[in-house]
């Protein structure tokens, strides 16, 4: 018994038909195509992940940058309190 109810046997029929009807050239340039549809969509979700991370990281510097120095204790130049 195979998956779901179709056996072995059923299977390699099916593909013999797939075969004969496509042609074995055809198959691998479906197959090339599809695995470098997966490999984009994958770099462009890693692109995609990695901005957000960026932007987090530049909001966070942002904030802590505004909020670390009290306006009270600013300097100018002269090491005079402004």
């Not at 957000?52 to 940058?65: A, C, F, G, L, R």
């Amino acid at each position: 018994m195979g998956i779901s109810g179709i056996s072995i046997w059923q299977l390699l029929i099916i593909l013999a038909i797939v075969v004969m009807l496509f042609g074995t050239k055809r198959l691998k340039t479906l197959g090339s195509d599809l695995g470098s549809m997966i490999k984009g969509f994958k770099s462009s979700m890693n692109t995609e992940e990695g901005k957000k991370d960026e932007d987090d990281v530049q909001k966070t510097i942002d904030q802590k940058s505004t909020t670390a120095a009290p306006a009270s204790d600013k300097v100018d130049q002269n090491n005079t309190k402004v």
